[in-house]
């Protein structure tokens, strides 16, 4: 029996409309919450920072900067059935590549396309999600209770509501809380230090000597933004062997631009000790360590648990064996082709609701996150590092087919994948970005 649920689906960012999509097109009865004032996520630029704690996530839902654009081709960037073309007027950013402000028109247009604003809340912030009491003593039917905080146009007026649900959907927590080093004297320096959630634009650096400790995507792309405004950029990475030849040459092509090993230290009067023995006096430092999972709001007596951003135990990244099928996650694994995986995640956890995909049992589906991760960790994945897929195609295309019949990624776009993947990692950090059209590609999606 195909069944309808009422299922609450936290978060419009990418990974909750594609959830929203898929249950009402299961036949489940939806309601979006999403605390900012429109769709997108993070993808929703927010020029305000946490200038507060910035160090922290205090203020701004939102780690976008001003110069952020895609790292995966537009082809690729885009839902199996709603490919992401430029504009037809000539208006927005129609490079393969393009800025935050595009792929945000896009999640707009998807919204639009299918009707999902008619299920979304905005300005609405889920406080606590918790197991509601059975209907009857005997149900054994698990139900959750959601208490949000709705906010009108005025300050003060917030309401605060509850309503139980069949099922809740998360699709937050991602990206939201700073992952921080423990760095010596880190609590003692006293000049500017700001985790990168809280970067926007560069002119506040003009001048400065800047450390930057980390140097993976949003690492390098502040690293190049400010080599051009401050005085002087240092980088700390945690070993140089890790670095390709084509990072080397775009740090040799700037003369203000330095790699060190990871800071040893940091002192009072604002010098930095690196590993590596050398020494700066700098203005401030920005951390570009990346984010742990989070969900404040979610109470499952310790069934769920975050240690050292492994969610677990979660079945195939999606279900927690003790509340499944009636708590779910989309949107926890990382290194994926977004929002494509996101869309299989969301159409597997809609048809498991209705009741067309039955799920294994509780101790087969925790034997088999278990298994899992003990096979990652033979392969020396450490634990922070459980739920990055990194570009598995084989893996990806199989959990689709398996679990709800998702199409697999046609041959021409894992061909560019693997080439778009090469560019990052072997092309000019600067310029992989500015690459020639790919003809197959363009004339496959009809432009």
């Given at each position: 029996m195909v069944s309808s649920k009422k299922v609450c689906m936290i978060g419009a960012g990418v990974s909750g409309l594609a959830s929203a999509r898929e249950l009402l097109r299961e036949g489940h009865d939806v309601t979006v919450m999403e605390q900012s004032s429109g769709v997108g996520g993070q993808w929703l630029y927010d020029p305000r920072t946490d200038g507060g704690d910035p160090l922290g996530a205090a203020g701004a839902h939102s780690s976008?900067?001003?110069?952020?654009?895609?790292?995966?081709?537009?082809?690729?960037?885009?839902?199996?059935?709603?490919?992401?073309?430029?504009?037809?007027?000539?208006?927005?950013?129609?490079?393969?590549?393009?800025?935050?402000?595009?792929?945000?028109r896009y999640i707009r247009d998807f919204c639009d396309a299918f009707g999902l604003m008619d299920v979304v809340r905005l300005n609405t912030k889920v406080l606590h999600v918790g197991l509601a009491p059975p209907l009857a003593a005997d149900d054994g039917v698990k139900r959750w209770t959601v208490r949000w905080s709705r906010h009108g146009d005025c300050e003060g007026d917030a309401v605060t509501t509850e309503e139980v649900f069949d099922a809740v959907v998360v699709a937050v927590g991602q990206y939201t809380q700073p992952r921080l080093p423990t760095i010596s004297g880190m609590d003692k320096w006293s000049r500017r230090q700001l985790h990168s959630h809280s970067y926007r634009v560069p002119d506040s650096f003009d001048g400065e000597v800047v450390v930057i400790v980390g140097f993976h995507e949003s690492g390098k792309d502040i690293a190049q933004e400010l080599s051009?405004?401050?005085?002087?950029?240092?980088?700390?990475?945690?070993?140089?062997?890790?670095?390709?030849?084509?990072?080397?040459?775009?740090?040799?092509?700037?003369?203000?631009?330095?790699?060190?090993?990871?800071?040893?230290?940091?002192?009072?009067?604002?010098?930095?000790?690196?590993?590596?023995?050398?020494?700066?006096?700098?203005?401030?430092?920005?951390?570009?360590?990346?984010y742990d999972f989070w969900f404040p709001f979610l109470d499952t007596g310790g069934l769920l648990t975050v240690?050292?951003?492994?969610?677990?135990?979660?079945?195939?990244?999606?279900?927690?064996?003790a509340l499944a099928p009636s708590l779910s996650f989309v949107g926890v694994p990382r290194l994926v082709l977004v929002p494509r995986f996101y869309e299989a995640q969301a159409r597997w956890v809609a048809q498991v609701l209705s009741g067309r995909r039955p799920l294994?049992?509780?101790?087969?589906?925790?034997?088999?996150?278990?298994?899992?991760?003990?096979?990652?960790?033979?392969?020396?994945?450490?634990?922070?590092?459980?739920?990055?897929?990194?570009?598995?195609?084989?893996?990806?295309?199989?959990?689709?087919?398996?679990?709800?019949?998702?199409?697999?990624?046609?041959?021409?776009?894992?061909?560019?994948?693997?080439?778009?993947?090469?560019?990052?990692?072997?092309?000019?950090?600067?310029?992989?970005?500015?690459?020639?059209?790919?003809?197959?590609?363009?004339?496959?999606e009809g432009w």
């Open positions: 976008m900067y001003a110069s952020v654009r895609l790292i995966s081709p537009r082809e690729l960037t885009c839902f199996s059935d709603f490919p992401f073309f430029p504009s037809n007027d000539g208006t927005g950013d129609a490079r393969r590549y393009p800025g935050h402000a595009e792929f945000l051009g405004v401050a005085r002087e950029v240092h980088v700390s990475v945690k070993s140089m062997e890790g670095l390709t030849p084509a990072v080397s040459k775009a740090v040799a092509r700037h003369h203000n631009l330095h790699l060190h090993l990871q800071i040893e230290c940091l002192c009072e009067d604002g010098q930095v000790t690196f590993a590596d023995g050398s020494r700066v006096v700098a203005d401030s430092i920005i951390y570009c360590t990346g240690d050292d951003n492994r969610v677990g135990p979660l079945f195939e990244h999606t279900f927690p064996p294994p049992p509780e101790e087969e589906m925790l034997r088999s996150a278990e298994e899992y991760h003990r096979a990652r960790e033979a392969t020396g994945v450490p634990r922070r590092l459980s739920h990055t897929v990194f570009f598995d195609m084989d893996y990806c295309d199989e959990f689709g087919a398996k679990h709800c019949g998702f199409p697999p990624l046609e041959g021409w776009k894992r061909d560019f994948l693997s080439s778009a993947v090469a560019r990052v990692r072997d092309g000019d950090v600067e310029s992989y970005r500015d690459s020639d059209l790919v003809l197959e590609g363009l004339r496959s």
